[in-house]
T-cell receptor, first 118, second 117 residues
Framework: AQKVTQAQTEISVVEKEDVTLDCVYE???????LFWYKQPPSGELVFLIR??????QNEISGRYSWNFQKSTSSFNFTITASQVVDSAVYFC???????????????FGKGTKLSVIP | DTEVTQTPKHLVMGMTNKKSLKCEQH?????MYWYKQKAKKPPELMFV???????INESVPSRFSPECPNSSLLNLHLHALQPEDSALYLC????????????????FGPGTRLTVL
């Protein structure tokens, strides 16, 4: 069975601090994808990144960076110089093939609520 | 245009009412999804449509009835709901269903907050 663990339920940081959100996953698939989504209080899930299991390069996008380590089954997300607008719930997710349907579903972690205090 | 729209934003209904949630995307995506999200929980998959055909039904009660009239539209018909069905209902779409192990990202709409009295 697939599983995604986000051990941090809630994190509070002061504006301009760096913060890392942890994600650990379990899968027996050799090909899989990992995702991060942001859910602000408005409710919409905003796609942040997709990472293929064969691509272990770290990625940076502005203040966001992601560290993918297959050896430890982790896909951590760092926000540098946090801002109040970063306050949201962040979900890590793992693709899970749905047999016989040619489709897949996302297995979500429980989410980490990030509060950035001005 | 990378937008998924959902109407209505909020819906309050009684247990005997019939209502529908609507979702629309104009990105040419061929897979569309319905999720249910309770407070402080991750989204739970309900249904998946691939090329306008229902491909996944995650054992959802029959009081929820999905419909995909065309490749851009997805409806969720509600009938005889229970108070425990109150939740945020999210629609999503992706470019293709999973093919050859390539899982495209899903784009989500803003959701419909449903309250069942």
């Amino acid at each position: 069975a697939q599983k995604v663990t986000q051990a941090q339920t809630e994190i509070s940081v002061v504006e301009k601090e760096d913060v890392t959100l942890d994600c650990v996953y379990e899968t027996r698939d050799t090909t899989y994808y990992l995702f991060w989504y942001k859910q602000p209080p408005s409710g919409e899930l905003v796609f942040l990144i997709r990472r293929n299991s064969f691509d272990e390069q770290n990625e940076i996008s502005g203040r966001y960076s992601w560290n993918f380590q297959k050896s430890t089954s982790s896909f951590n997300f760092t926000i540098t110089a946090s801002q109040v607008v970063d306050s949201a719930v962040y979900f890590c997710a793992l693709s899970e093939p749905y047999s016989g349907a040619g489709s897949y579903q996302l297995t979500f972690g429980k989410g980490t609520k990030l509060s950035v205090i001005p | 245009d990378t937008e998924v729209t959902q109407t209505p934003k909020h819906l309050v209904m009684g247990m005997t009412n019939k209502k529908s949630l609507k979702c629309e995307q104009h990105m040419g995506h061929r897979a569309m999804y319905w999720y249910k999200q309770k407070a402080k929980k991750p989204p739970e998959l309900m249904f998946v449509y691939s090329y306008e055909k229902l491909s996944i039904n995650e054992s959802v009660p029959s009081r929820f009835s999905p419909e995909c009239p065309n490749s851009s539209l997805l409806n969720l018909h509600l009938h005889a709901l229970q108070p425990e069905d109150s939740a945020l209902y999210l629609c999503a779409s992706s470019q293709e269903p999973a093919t050859g192990g390539n899982y495209n990202e899903q784009f989500f709409g803003p959701g419909t907050r449903l309250t069942v009295l």
